[in-house]
């Protein structure tokens, strides 16, 4: 295991935590040295998930900065929002590279990241330290960089869909409608009645109308990208499966443009990206293609009649929304080959 990057994991019973493992697992540049829950310290971690028998054989480790340091090179820190506002800044000054999977550290205007997430947010230097991580458009700040904030799940399939065609003045954004839908590992693993089984089950709802905390993120994106303020709609809904987003989006057309020029414009845009997939004109993604995996997919359909144009972009939620991602940051971060430790086919059916 000599020379190898040595991480640790905080958050690790929750499930972008435990994905992380299974990923890193098969890392070839990656020692797992820690794996950390508030929680369930002292805990071995098969006791909460058995599937991980014989693969991670020790006890969870308890949150503590110092110790931490003295065992890692780099944390991923996979924890609700709120505690990694604490933490990270502990993490940083220890001398630690850091990839936050919370919500935290993703709005660079504090008083925003108050409204949309009510809590305290961190202190404005570590906003402003945090390179926002979507591989795919901003991954060239993320080369030997100390700290990286992952996007959102909603944000990555939703921004992987829009940004070329919002780039390139194809679409207004002013016309932006955003429909989403997740599985429910998006939930967490936590216990609470809107993901009780009896209400899931057999069941699709939409929740957190024009006030999901995913909002901002996204249009600070887009807004980045189009040098105007963009504001979308964006609805989130709930769908009786374990894993997966679809993010589908309406958007009226600057002109006339068929099915084959989005294909070649996106195809064009993410040149040598290897995880975003453009299907072909007139085939849209579903979920299941991209179950287990690192890709997101995107297809679409022009309407000439009405002018708009549909986006279809599919994610694997805990993967290329959460850990999967993550790893690919942390491949930028250092130097290496992003698909490094992530070539992981879809698992189908």
Known sequence: MAGKLRAAIVGSTGYGGVELIRLLQNHPDIEITSVISSSSAGEPIEQGFPHLTGIVERKLDGVDPAEIAGRADVVFTATPSGVSARLVPQLLEAGLKVVDLSGDFRLKDGAEYEQWYKHTAPPAEYLEQAVYGLCEVYGERAAGVDFISNPGCYPTATLLGLIPAVEAGWIKPESIIIDAKSGISGAGRGVNLGVHYAEVNENFKAYKVNKHQHIPEIEQVL???????????????????????????????????????????????????????????????????????????????????????????????????????????????????????????????
């Not at 040598?272 to 690192?294: C, D, H, I, M, Y």
């Not at 000439?304 to 599919?314: E, L, M």
Request: hydrophobic fraction near 35%; glycine fraction near 12%; aromatic fraction near 10%.
């Open 223 to 349: 807004t980045d990208i189009s040098g105007e303020k963009v504001t979308v709609t964006f609805t989130t809904h709930l769908v009786p499966m374990t894993r997966g987003i679809m993010s589908t989006m309406y958007a009226g057309m600057n002109g006339t443009y068929s099915e084959q020029d989005f294909v070649e414009l996106y195809r064009k845009y993410y040149a040598g990206r290897s995880f975003v997939r453009v299907r072909e004109a007139g085939v849209l993604p579903a979920t299941k293609e991209v179950s287990g995996s690192n890709y997101c997919d995107i297809g679409f359909s022009a309407d000439a009649r009405t002018g708009r144009v549909t986006i279809v972009s599919v994610i694997d939620n805990i993967v290329k929304g959460a850990a999967g991602q993550a790893i690919q940051n942390l491949n930028l971060m250092m130097g290496w080959e992003e698909t490094r430790g992530l070539g992981y086919t879809p698992v189908y059916p």
